[in-house]
Each structure stands twice: as C-alpha cells, then as structure tokens.
C-alpha cells in the first residue's frame, strides 16, 4: 500500500490571483466588515496589507454596493503604474497615479471573503499614533496637510470626492508620508450638488448635515477637522447627541484650547480656520479649477514645505515610525487568535455558484479580480454610481471596529440608519443621493467604533 500523499497542489502563479498565492501573517486591523492583516506574496516575497470583508456580513449590511465601489474607485486611482509606462502617455486622464493614496495591488474572491491587496503602509495609522501622543507638533501635522492637500486636490481632479477623511484612514509608510486610504463611500461627483449623508459625523461639513446638498468642498472641511485634532488633541466641536454634535457643527464658533498658542502658530491657525469655514464658497482649497489648492500652497504656513520635491518623497518626514515597534494595536492580532472561530484559511472555490442570493452574484461578477501586473487600470465611471445609490439600507447595528475612534464618528451610509430612496440626476448618471434623517433613536445604532464611548459620549479626550 502506498502512503497517502499529503503535500498540498502546487500554486498556479500564472492563474488568476487567489488567497493561496499569500502567506498569512498577523492582523493589524480591523474595519467594518472584515480585517486587515499582513501577508507575503508566495513567489515575489513582497509584503502587503490584506483587507478582507466577509460577504455574508456585506449582504447583512447592505453594504455590497460599497465594496464593489470600493474596488473600483482603488483600480482607477491605484499608483505608481511602473508595469506599464506607456499608459502614462496613452491612458485617460482619469488613470493617473498619485503617491499618498494608498494602492491597490490585486482583488479577488473566495466563497466567503472579497479581498483587497494594499500597499502595507508600516507606520500605521494616524488614529494609532494621535491616541498614544495625545497630539502632535505643528511641524508633523503641516507635512501631513500638505501630503492629504495634494492626495485630495489629485482626487477632485479626477471628479472623486472621499468623504470620509479622518485620523484612521490616513496611514503612514515606514517612512512616515501619509496616506489616504478607505475608499468605501468615496463617489464621484458631478455639477449637481449630492445630499445623502455620508461619512464620519465628527468630520462631516456643515452643508452635509444641514442636507443642503454638498460637493468635493467636504473633504476640505474633513481636513481641517483632523488638523484641529492633531494639532490640538480634541476635536473642534462636540456634542452628547447627533443633534447637538450637528448644531455644534453648523453653529458653534471656532473655539481653541487655552494653550493653543504654545501648540499652534497663528499661521496653523490661519489655515485650520480656512478649512472650517462653514461658507464653502470661501473654504480654503474650494476654489474651482484647482485654484484652490494653489491658493493653499501659497499660504504662509506651508513656507517650510518644497511642494515641488513632496510628491517625491524625498523629503524627510518630521515623525519616523518607530520600525522596531510595531505600529499597530496588539489587540487585532490577540483577538484573531483568541477570539476567532473562523480564522481566515485559503480554500478552494466551489464548483457549482448556482442558487446564490441576488446580492451575492451580484458581488460574484462585480468584484472582478484585479492583477496590477497583469491587467490595465481603467476606470468604471459613469457605470459605477448606480451601484450605491440603488441601495437601501435598513438593517441595524454595524459591527463595531477596533477601538479609539472617538463618540459621534458616525460613518452613517449604509450603516444600519434608514435610508430613503435614490435621486436621479437629470439626464445623467445615478448619483448618491440618499435622504437619511437621523432620530435619536438611531444614535445606538450608528457605526460607532468603539461603543463604550457611544454609551458615555461626553467621557472622553475628545470632548
Ligand atoms: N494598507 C494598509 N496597511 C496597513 N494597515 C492598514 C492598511 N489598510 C488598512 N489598514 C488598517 O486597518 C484599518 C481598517 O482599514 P480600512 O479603514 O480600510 O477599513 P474599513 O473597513 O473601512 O474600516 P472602517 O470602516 O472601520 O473605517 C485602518 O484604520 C488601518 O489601521
Ligand atoms: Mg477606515
């Protein structure tokens, strides 16, 4: 009798990408619907951040319109198009590259996981630090603004606003750039203004709560937010309730910590002030055109920054990761392996799909698998905006992420709250235009990410 042969298939590495061409290595976050984890690829022994979402838990959410845009909106503004020079000169203006966004490598499927392959960013994430620092130097935060400034003047070009632009989605590389990431309720924007509300409340402009309709301006208003609190420690306006945090928001006068001026230059403050003004005609970096952006650079506070070498990375940032430590909460990795009762495992794919659910054949041919070493970038749009705006969302109680983000971070699309019909634009594509009226009701309910502060909202540093 022969011995039965245990060795696993061999990898087809000229196949389509799949979860076996990985190694699994530790978790180092985790995110609404899934976790993000480090893992090598198996031939070229690059390192890369794993972000997977469990398809059951998407459906559940009625979140599977924002994964496919996710997916999307990462081919079309993935970086460094190094494989494929010639695009640069043949591609449409909407396939360039930028270098603080954070790339996009592969996507595929399993069964029961969509998977995204990120550039790893080492530094972690600025939630991380600021939650261990308290704050940060003036000169720290200003290279970070200038790095975000040109991620988010880069993605109005492209007609993509993020909306949900705060301290956990910008992450740091080895090298200490920052960088956008977390692309899951970014859309692309056209001349009618959306009205849907969408994003991290704390860092929500004042038009996106008001419900008067909003553009690309918001994202300005989301870094001015972080600025404060960087900078400061806290954020600039607080409220025990949704309520109060939107009056705060629409209403309550700029106001600085005693000490700011041991921690801000009239300068920063300058620039902070720009940011959060409510008017957005006059915001700083909304002037059309990219004006507005030029106009920032000019301002006095940026006169350290040599923005013609930044999108190099050459300059050195003021805050170097620390790379002997590890720069991410411990707790994601104790949790995957205390407390996981389905740890993530490569598995082959079963051969009959048939009999899946609406949602998970659509996910099944929309989330495309993706090779940036084999395959162009392109980009979905117009196609893709009819994808979240025919959502509708009424399940409840999003699962809650790893902890620090603060009390009132309410990513609300699609986030259990109710949501109420799409709007058509006129003659043109679907965009996201949900009407979501929040009640109180709804505040328990909110994509909180750490729920004992959503229990004891006035109890924290950010209050
Ligand atoms: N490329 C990466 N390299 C290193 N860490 C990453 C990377 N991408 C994500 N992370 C970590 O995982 C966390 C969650 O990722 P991400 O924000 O993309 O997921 P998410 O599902 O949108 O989370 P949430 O909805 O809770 O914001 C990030 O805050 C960051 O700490
Ligand atoms: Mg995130």
């Known amino acids: 009798m022969g011995a039965v042969c245990c060795r696993s298939q061999p990898i087809d590495f000229e ?13 180092v976050g985790k995110g609404a619907f899934g976790k993000v984890r480090v893992v090598q690829h198996k031939q070229t022994r690059d390192l890369y951040a794993l972000k997977y979402i469990n398809k059951a838990k998407c459906v559940k959410m009625k979140a599977v319109p924002n994964v496919i845009q996710e997916r999307r909106l990462l ?13 640069l000169f043949t591609g449409t203006p909407n396939q360039i590259d930028h270098p603080f966004i954070v790339n996009l490598r592969y996507a595929f499927q399993d069964d029961e996981n969509c998977f995204f392959v990120l550039d790893l960013m080492l530094g972690g994430d600025l939630r991380f630090h600021l939650e261990r620092l308290g704050s940060m130097p003036e000169e720290t935060v200003r290279f970070y603004v200038a790095q975000l400034s040109s991620a988010l003047s880069f993605l109005h070009d492209m007609g993509i606003m993020h909306r949900d632009l705060k301290p956990d989605n910008i992450l740091l590389d080895d090298k200490g750039n920052a960088h956008l990431t977390d692309f ?3 859309v692309h924007f056209g001349e009618r203004k959306l009205t849907g509300i969408a994003g991290s409340m704390a860092y929500m402009a004042p038009e996106i709560l008001l419900k008067r309709g909003y553009t690309y301006h918001i994202d300005w208003w989301s870094l001015g937010v972080c600025t404060y609190e960087l900078i400061f420690g806290r954020r600039p306006f607080k409220g025990r309730s949704n309520n109060d945090l939107t009056y705060s928001i629409s209403k309550d006068p700029l106001k600085w910590p005693e000490d700011a001026e041991k921690k801000c230059s009239r300068a920063g403050m300058q620039v902070i002030k720009g940011l959060l003004e409510r008017d957005s005609s006059k915001r700083f970096g909304c002037k059309p055109n990219g004006e ?10 940026f006169k350290p920054i040599d923005w013609d070498t930044l999108e190099s990375k050459t300059q050195t940032s003021p805050f170097i990761p620390d790379a002997k ?5 411990a707790s994601h990795e104790l949790e995957e392996l205390l407390l996981e009762d389905n740890p993530l495992k490569a598995r082959a794919r079963r051969a009959n799909q048939d009999n899946l659910s609406a949602e998970m054949r659509q996910m099944e041919e929309q989330f ?3 090779d940036f070493k084999k395959m162009q970038r392109r980009s979905y749009y117009p196609h893709n905006q009819h994808l979240i705006s025919t959502a509708t969302a009424t399940s409840s109680g999003l699962a809650s992420s790893r902890p620090g983000t603060p009390a009132n971070d309410l990513r609300v699309e699609n986030s259990g709250l109710r949501v109420e019909g799409a709007d058509r634009v006129d003659g043109g594509p679907m965009y996201n235009n949900h009407s979501l009226d929040l009640h109180p009701a709804d505040e328990l309910n909110t994509k909180d990410r750490d729920t004992r502060r959503m229990e004891k909202p006035d109890d924290s540093s950010y209050a």
């Open 325 to 329: 430590k590890a720069n991410f909460d």
């Open 15 to 27: 196949g389509e990408v799949n979860l076996f061409h990985f190694l699994l290595l530790r978790c």
């Open 368 to 370: 495309t698998p993706y």
């Open 75 to 87: 081919e079309e503004v993935r970086s460094q198009p190094d494989y494929f020079p010639l695009l």
């Open 292 to 301: 507005g952006f030029q106009e920032l650079r000019r301002h006095p506070w």
């Open 184 to 186: 899951n309720i970014a």
